[in-house]
């Protein structure tokens, strides 16, 4: 089996992560894997959803969305349909997922962290790209904070996290599935790892046949060969200019 890429099995896409990509936003990055490139920004507000009032605890949502263009076709904006699709709203909420579960909330006092993921160039991979750069907007967004004395408890940051697909090509369990192998894949998973190795969340689909388990072991042992060296390019971007 030849991956479309060239790649071998166990090869990510090249990874790049540009920090401060925008002017405004507390944390801002432009992720790249391979060709999909994805804008994440975190801004922070003052106060916090109704059910977390008075409480002294902070919050994180994710807003997840596609440029018309970003695709090879046009694709209307959803704002224009007055509704957003059953597959953004599943994609924000796992970003919202991962992130928080980054975070120590009752450090962060009564404010709300908004981390927005815009794509504008899709191929394949796009949510996992949208938990690793925007992991690393968020720790820029913690340290911007640091520096205007807002953390009064601490620092709220517990881990880092970071989101890589893998699956199963023409037989064979790969990483990092590019458009190509993601609309052909018999199987595709979507998984969200910490530093230190714990799994937040797993997506599974068998696309065609079902999978068995030692296919399930092979791709999770992929993923993390992966995440490795995802967190490893996170602190490497943090470390900058450090």
Same mark, same amino acid.
């Given at each position: 089996?030849?991956?479309?890429?060239?790649?071998?099995?166990?090869?990510?896409?090249?990874?790049?992560?540009?920090?401060?990509?925008?002017?405004?936003?507390?944390?801002?990055?432009?992720?790249?894997?391979?060709?999909?490139?994805?804008?994440?920004?975190?801004?922070?507000?003052?106060?916090?959803?109704?059910?977390?009032?008075?409480?002294?605890?902070?919050?994180?949502?994710?807003?997840?969305?596609?440029?018309?263009?970003?695709?090879?076709?046009?694709?209307?904006?959803?704002?224009?349909?007055?509704?957003?699709?059953?597959? =953004?709203? $599943?994609?924000?909420?796992?970003?919202g997922?991962? &992130?928080?579960?980054? *975070? +120590?909330?009752?450090?962060? @006092?009564?404010?709300?962290l908004?981390?927005?993921?815009?794509?504008?160039?899709?191929?394949?991979?796009?949510?996992?790209?949208?938990?690793?750069?925007?992991?690393?907007?968020?720790?820029?967004?913690?340290?911007?904070?640091?520096?205007?004395?807002?953390?009064?408890?601490?620092?709220?940051?517990?881990?880092?996290i970071?989101?890589?697909?893998?699956?199963?090509?023409?037989?064979?369990?790969?990483?990092?599935?590019?458009?190509?192998?993601?609309?052909?894949?018999?199987?595709?998973?979507?998984?969200?790892?910490?530093?230190?190795?714990?799994?937040?969340?797993?997506q599974? =689909?068998? $696309?065609?046949?079902?999978?068995?388990?030692?296919? &399930?072991?092979?791709? *999770? +042992?992929?993923?993390r060969? @992966?995440?490795?060296?995802?967190?490893?390019?996170?602190?490497?971007?943090?470390?900058?200019?450090?």
């Amino acid at each position: 089996m030849i991956r479309p890429s060239g790649r071998a099995p166990d090869q990510l896409r090249p990874i790049r992560i540009t920090r401060n990509y925008t002017k405004h936003a507390e944390g801002s990055v432009l992720v790249e894997f391979g060709d999909t490139k994805v804008i994440c920004t975190v801004s922070v507000e003052s106060g916090v959803p109704r059910f977390l009032k008075g409480q002294g605890q902070g919050w994180l949502t994710a807003e997840y969305g596609m440029l018309p263009r970003a695709t090879g076709e046009r694709n209307q904006r959803e704002a224009s349909k007055g509704k957003q699709g059953g597959r =953004t709203l $599943e994609i924000q909420r796992l970003i919202g997922r991962s &992130l928080r579960a980054a *975070l +120590d909330m009752s450090k962060l @006092g009564e404010i709300t962290l908004y981390v927005d993921c815009d794509v504008i160039q899709a191929d394949g991979g796009t949510r996992t790209a949208s938990i690793t750069g925007g992991m690393v907007a968020l720790v820029d967004a913690l340290r911007v904070l640091k520096k205007r004395g807002a953390l009064k408890a601490g620092d709220p940051l517990k881990q880092l996290i970071a989101a890589v697909s893998v699956g199963v090509y023409q037989g064979e369990p790969v990483l990092d599935l590019d458009y190509l192998e993601d609309s052909a894949a018999e199987t595709d998973l979507n998984v969200v790892m910490t530093d230190s190795g714990g799994f937040i969340e797993i997506q599974g =689909t068998a $696309e065609g046949a079902p999978f068995q388990p030692e296919a &399930l072991q092979t791709m *999770l +042992d992929l993923a993390r060969k @992966g995440m490795a060296e995802l967190i490893e390019l996170q602190r490497a971007a943090l470390a900058a200019d450090a």
